[in-house]
């Protein structure tokens, strides 16, 4: 069901041809109404993508009708010609839809540097419009796919009788400023753009921008949140951002098992901050640290490499009152060895890392994995 | 010959026990003077190990006798007792020297959080002031290494009849603010420590801080530059500033050739950037990421990654308009593709990336290594 389980949407999936493989490459998502309210959040990279210059555009006005994202390029660094292939992509799916391409978002995820096929794409995308259906939401979260072992999906019912589904690409270069991710959420609850955009912000800054997978920040990156008011229904705004947030939280933990490579999901909870924006900084300078990610690989508690990431921030603490935690074991408190490194058990896949910076009363998570053979193999071997 | 190559310097490197394999682990270098001039630079890190601690104190008046530095052990996060260690270290070279422990710098390198053994360390303490010799400059430099494939060392003599010669440790965990080193340098020439620090500071901000072999900043590093006017010549300053940062740029590309299981050195050259803190921040981000460090070890020219990464930076430049080489090859101009990919050669262990801003005038070279299964390996299975 996916983005479909949101009443007014239809969706496709299908193959144009893009990627080598033959699997699926072009996902469209269409809002039938009677809203077409929109929100989106882009990559903060400067180096931005052809089709994330466009949505910006689009989404100026919050009023978006349709959605179309291929994989199999990422159609970034590729100057006027591939900015051309995201406007006629744009375009091809407003006359058959018979909308404004200006309400078009378009996304786009792979390799940099190299044109689309465009005639190529746009038979895809005469594919997807002839497919759109309320049963293909499934098909339309694998055609994002790139190096995803599985496609990712989420949703969430309000007993009031409204509901909001979601779809994520992405698995690897997953970092703030979002991740290489693509993210389409759908709604069928009655809220203006405004308030989905503050809601999708709300609910990205504590989790897709708290994966920190391997600090790399992609050009691509969207999330897009759409709505139709299609249930009629005006919810209770707390519990339309808990469950939005809800539905971006489970994405986001999909991402990070997936993410390349990875042997082991790293949680790095941070507590007694003297505010947010510390607790943060701390917990990724740790999650992008290569030597601790190195370390966890092999089961090494080593909390020494945790104490140096902490140390490189400028985050308001006394480097020799941190508590460090290792799944539940102290293994260093007031500056030196605590519990015994040996009692920490790092053969499950799940690590908790706790850093109390006994300051304040703020923390944060951030979410890593750690740094493995197999993520270097495939990122050496995989031109993205 | 190394630190011994000036005049007024007498060294020495015994075994001591502290490192499992029975290696070589605690140096001392003496400086006889008659001047004991000496200046320092520390890691940036804030949670300091003892020992920096220790020789932030003895610095502070510009005057040092001798260093002694131990390898086995980084003697960081052990408390009031690391502490005493470092005291002890210090107290026992000043009483088998005759000078005042206040006067003896004191640096550690290996793994954090573990007490060092101080009865062994003391005993190495008197074998190395027994054995003190101008001609134990090489033993000097082996028993600071640490995962060092091979000592460093450096010299340069210069034609006035003064001398400069320097050690070095450090194979990873090289990155800005220094990196896991340790540095020794000495010279005969007649020059104060406010010299002494002032050029020891342009020449580290141009070669030891352009080295982010892996992001990593360690808790030890130090660089100590100590004077003995033993020469009786009061150099030429532009000429000892150039021979000091050569010896600086030397030992820097030694711990860049020997990072840990790096199979490229990497040198990134930012050009054309509006001020040199630009285009080292350019540099840098480049440096840092994994996935464009991944691409290098995979021989990808993957120059979408490398965008991407200058993209995440607040540096001055118009991002469609960018100049990307690898290799002397035109991988990118103008927002897309220049020469075709396939032209580059990546099998050299050499690699230049060019990145012209094309905004102003300033430059500056970051070095890095590529990341590898074998730094995966290493720092997977060695605890530091």
Chains 1, 2 share one sequence.
Not at 54 to 70: C, F, M, R, T
Not at 113 to 132: F, M
Request: glycine share 10%; hydrophobic share 40%; charged share 20%.
């Amino acid at each position: 069901m996916t983005v479909t389980v949101a009443k007014g949407f239809v969706a496709a999936g299908v193959v144009a041809g893009l990627k080598k493989n033959g699997n699926k490459d072009v996902s469209l998502v269409v809002n039938q109404g009677p809203l077409k309210a929109a929100a989106t959040v882009f990559t903060t990279n400067r180096c931005l993508a052809n089709p994330v210059l466009w949505s910006k555009q689009v989404i100026a006005d919050g009023e978006v009708e349709a959605i179309i994202l291929n994989s199999g390029g990422a159609n970034c660094y590729t100057g006027s010609e591939g900015f051309q292939t995201t406007h006629a992509t744009a375009e091809k799916v407003a006359e058959l839809l018979g909308v404004s391409a200006g309400d078009v978002l378009v996304c786009s995820t792979g390799l940099i540097g190299d044109q689309l096929d465009r005639p190529k794409l746009l038979a895809g995308v005469e594919a997807a419009a002839a497919g759109l259906s309320t049963e293909n939401g499934l098909q339309a979260a694998e055609a994002i796919m790139t190096t995803d072992s599985v496609s990712k999906t989420a949703q969430r019912v309000s007993g009031a009788g409204w509901a909001i589904g979601g779809m994520a690409k992405g698995a690897g270069m997953l970092a703030p400023g979002l991740a290489t991710m693509l993210v389409v959420i759908t709604t069928d609850a009655v809220l203006t753009s405004d308030i989905l955009d503050a809601t999708l912000r709300n609910a990205t800054r504590v989790t897709f921008d708290r994966l920190d997978s391997d600090g790399c920040m992609s050009t691509n990156d969207t999330v897009a949140l759409l709505g139709s008011g299609a249930s009629g229904i005006t919810p209770d705004i707390a519990e339309f951002q808990r469950l939005l947030t809800e539905v971006c939280h489970d994405l986001a933990q999909q991402l990070l098992t997936d993410a390349e490579g990875s042997s082991h999901d790293i949680e790095i909870a941070v507590t007694g901050a003297a505010s947010e924006v510390d607790a943060v900084m701390v917990g990724r300078s740790v999650a992008r640290n290569n030597l601790f990610k190195a370390a966890i690989y092999g089961n090494d508690p080593n909390w020494g490499r945790i104490l140096a990431a902490v140390g490189t921030t400028s985050a308001e603490f006394d480097p020799y009152n941190i508590d460090v935690t290792i799944n539940g074991v102290s293994v260093s408190r007031l500056g030196q060895p605590d519990q015994p490194r040996d009692l920490v058990d790092l053969t499950p896949r799940k690590v908790v890392i706790g850093i109390n910076l006994n300051t304040g009363t703020e923390a944060a998570t951030i979410y890593t994995n750690d740094l493995t053979h197999k993520y270097v193999t495939e990122n050496s071997e995989y031109s993205s």
